[in-house]
């Protein structure tokens, strides 16, 4: 049995999606941790190293996140029970907290973080 | 007349043998349930130049309903996972085999079937259950994926081309669209 030319040009297709999809997911992982930020319609990345500011707009109005010497929290939000303030400063990969309200979520991602945690069915 | 029954039959046979094959795939532990190795598309494969494409989909059909069965994932969210994939994959397949049949051998129709299921798995996972992280299963599954198409359709290629029963059921085929 011969395998015909097609099937080699498939074959390379498949090994290139893989390698395709294999690079930018593992190399993502090894990087320093970082803020991811998501709220509707938009998704930003931070470094932890600069100290700043960021005002992220959701349905009710901005949520104000602050990144501070490596460590980030939410300063303030327009919803009522503010637990996203009162969940204080988010200090390892893996933490995260979110203003469901203002539909912001906050997490730091990176290393030393467990991906997934368990799969179970 | 007579040979449309002939070829429900195999049809029945076929199914038969991909619930066989299901089970048989129940038995390998996987680490995630829609992960699978792909046994049961081998009747399909096999069948793709002896069966009409109507015939095809109602035989991923029984696959379908037949692996959520012994599975026991009929009514679960696995079922959904399962059903996109298995009809992505038969799709490319029936495509790839009636316009590039020149060019391709089972072999590559298999590895596009499979690229096609774990494809159409992957955007569920994406866009139902695990968000941007669904991008980590990818590099597993199209490898894991690949490799076992590369075997079945080496397998389904000798298969079809030294099985007599397939010789027969091309000739029946052939009698019955002529």
């Not at chain 2, 199914?15 to 399909?44: Q, V, Y």
Request: glycine share 8%; charged share 15%; aromatic share 10%.
């Amino acid at each position: 049995m011969k395998l015909k030319k097609g099937d080699w040009a498939v074959l390379f297709l498949a090994l290139s999606l893989i390698a395709a999809t294999a690079v930018p997911v593992y190399r993502r992982s090894g990087r320093e941790a970082h803020l991811v930020l998501e709220a509707p319609g938009l998704t930003e990345v931070y470094s932890l190293s600069v100290s700043r500011e960021i005002r992220v707009p959701g349905p009710l109005g901005e949520t104000v996140v602050v990144i501070d010497n490596g460590t980030v929290r939410v300063k303030d939000s327009p919803c009522r029970d503010k637990l996203c303030v009162f969940s204080g400063t988010l200090n390892n990969a893996g933490e995260w907290t979110a203003c469901l309200p203002n539909k912001v979520f906050v997490k730091l991602v990176g290393k030393g973080e467990e991906e997934v945690d368990e799969v179970s069915y | 007349m007579k040979s449309a029954t002939r070829n429900y039959d195999t049809l029945a046979l076929l199914g038969a043998c991909s619930l066989f094959l299901s089970t048989l795939e129940f038995l390998i532990p996987k680490p995630i349930p829609f992960m699978r190795l792909g046994l049961a598309n081998l009747p399909i494969l096999v069948s793709l130049c002896f069966l009409s494409p109507g015939q095809i989909i109602s035989l991923t059909v029984i696959k379908i309903v037949g692996q959520g069965l012994v599975n026991g994932t009929l009514f679960s969210y696995v079922f959904l996972f399962s059903a996109a994939g298995s009809f992505a994959s038969s799709l490319v397949m029936l495509v790839s085999y009636r316009f590039f049949k020149k060019s391709l051998s089972l072999v590559g129709i298999g590895i596009l079937g499979s690229l096609a299921s774990n494809g159409a798995q992957l955007f569920i996972s994406r866009y139902l259950l695990f968000g941007e992280s669904a991008w980590l299963l990818a590099p597993p599954f199209l490898t894991l994926g690949t490799v076992t198409a590369l075997i079945l359709g080496l397998f389904a290629e000798g298969f079809t081309a030294s099985s007599r029963w397939v010789a027969r059921q091309v000739a029946l085929f052939k009698e019955g669209s002529s």
